[in-house]
């Protein structure tokens, strides 16, 4: 988990796809793999630690980024660190409680629904504490967000939005496909890790 959410910061600052996506949104959604991994096959409890090591991991990439200035300030803004402390805890939390619900039925079906409403709980939370213009933040800690405030053709040809929306519903989208391609690694994995304990 360490490793995804270190390179899922790393990646976040390489930009593609006309800036609708960055390559840290194609590597955080393993995150939510790592813990219905470590649920299916160690339990609710050992998905809970592992969520906690990569949200301390989170904190610590945070706290480094807040001190590398930029052109227009911090790598890692205000705003962007709580929504993404918020939006990862809550999400990784309920994707467990959601597998939890879900694992005795056919075995595809608690990985993906699980992912799925994590997925659209992290979207919406990291992307609305993050970005939205409708929170009472200091001014200070919207000076290096308010870029994401711009009007802009939604997804680059839609109508008019601000360009926070097209980056958290592309970003949402991302997560989606991920997570159903991510059933077969979970899948391969699972059997492999299951079959070494019996």
């Known amino acids: 988990m360490a490793i995804i959410v270190v390179a899922a910061n790393i990646l976040v600052q390489f930009i593609i796809l006309d800036g609708l996506l960055t390559w840290g949104a194609f590597t955080y959604p393993l995150a939510f793999l790592v813990t219905d991994v470590m649920n299916r096959v160690y339990g609710a409890e050992a998905a809970r630690k592992v969520v906690f090591a990569g949200f301390f991991t989170g904190i610590v990439c ?16 205000l705003r962007i660190a709580i929504g993404s402390g918020v939006a990862f805890l809550i999400a990784q939390t309920l994707d467990i409680k959601v597998f939890n619900r879900l694992r ?5 079906r608690a990985p993906l629904a699980s992912s799925v409403v994590g997925s659209a709980v992290d979207t919406f939370l990291f992307f609305g504490i ?22 802009v053709p939604f997804l680059n040809v839609g109508p008019m939005a601000p360009l926070w929306t097209s980056l958290a519903f592309a970003d949402w989208v991302v997560k989606l496909a991920i997570a159903m391609v991510a059933l077969v690694p979970f899948r391969i994995i699972v059997g ?3 079959a070494k304990h019996t």
Not at 104 to 108: F, P, T
């Open 62 to 77: 945070s706290l480094i980024g807040s001190q590398i200035m930029l052109e227009f300030g911090p790598a890692v803004p």
């Open 104 to 108: 005795e039925g056919a075995w595809w």
């Open 130 to 151: 993050a970005f939205s213009a409708s929170l009472p933040f200091p001014e200070a800690a919207n000076a290096a967000i308010n870029w994401s405030w711009e009007s």
């Open 192 to 194: 492999s890790l299951t």
